[in-house]
């Protein structure tokens, strides 16, 4: 999938390279269905949605079918679930998330809360080690609708212990939703085993669906019928070419749908989970801690005399596909890199994050890269760079 003679290619965490075989089955889509099918071609497109959602759920999420439905993006998923979870809970009108957690996923819960006069109660994290049990228990009570938090921290990479916390939300009587925007395709998911009540999740990291490929959303099936999303679109209407006067959901997860779908990036998730499908989810796990732990072994020997620290959970069991390192230094040193041939990434205040995905990663990538990094530390080359932050993505 990669070409060998690219540069190393570090952050799959936030883009993931391009399958061959979804350039192939791309051509197909666009110059076949589309291009001599015409609309023709709805008749096998109208389904993808929720076929490839089953798809997702069989081989990355431990999901049976009709749970999961490729739809929107992450953060139109979650304004839809946050809201849904909010009606299905009548007087309980708190939401939980952390400090921590992705910017969309707290700007989301913050608009919503501001929308609907909720409270939004915020949790500390740790920026390193992820979530504390002892701040979500505190936090949670009677009056808490939902809990919204990530399954691996962007930042750090810490992994949440997903059935544990679930079960404490439940047992507070609050529902439990999860973004698993950096595990879905690197950490093996198990949603049903879980007791989660929703998730949501981009495709274009571990999934290699490519720029804006549509996004997953989960529901657990007994809460699907008496869960309604808010933005009543004719995607998810009964009887959708009656043209109806008025808006009557469809029973199961399609009533999460919205508009038309997005054909072309459905199926690149349909090629990306086909692709991580055949490697198996356990197998990539086992390689994905293989390599973060060689490269933090590496990282322990040739740069923490550098000033590098490391700034994601050591223990494997508690760390996702990716590894921070801190450095005051971070920003110039990313640049370096890149110059140097390695596409790494850069996070605030101070971090340098290094995402393996299992698939496109050799041992050797790890070596090299902290190899250069090492060079380019000892050497201070980056001293030379503007220390402006410019876009990052
Ligand atoms: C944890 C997490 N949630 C959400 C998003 C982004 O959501 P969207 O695809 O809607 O931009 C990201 C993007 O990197 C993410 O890392």
Redesign the pocket.
Known sequence: MWADDGPIYLDGN?LGALPLATQARIAEVVGSEWGRGLVRSWGKWVGLPREVGDLVGEHLTGAAAGQILVSD??????FKLVHAALDAQPGRTVLITDDD??P??RYVLQGIAAQRGCELRMIRTDLDNGLSEEALLAALGPDVALVSL?H?A?RSGALADMPRITGLVHDAGALMLW?L??SIGAVPIRLDASGADLA???T??YVHAGP?AP?ILYVRTELQDRMQQPIWGWFSQNDQFAMGPAYDPVPGIERFGTGTPQIIGTVAVQEGTKLLAEAGIDRLREKGIALTSYLIRLADEWLTPHGFRLASPRADARRGNHVTLQHPEAWRINQALIAAGVIGDYRTPDRLRLGLPPVTTRFSDVWDALDRLRQIAADKTYEDLSAELTRVT
């Not at 993006?73 to 979650?78: E, G, I």
């Open positions: 936030s993006s992450t953060t139109v998923n979650l957690n992705f969309t996923d990530s691996v962007y973004d925007c950096h949501i999740g981009c274009y990291k804006g996004a």
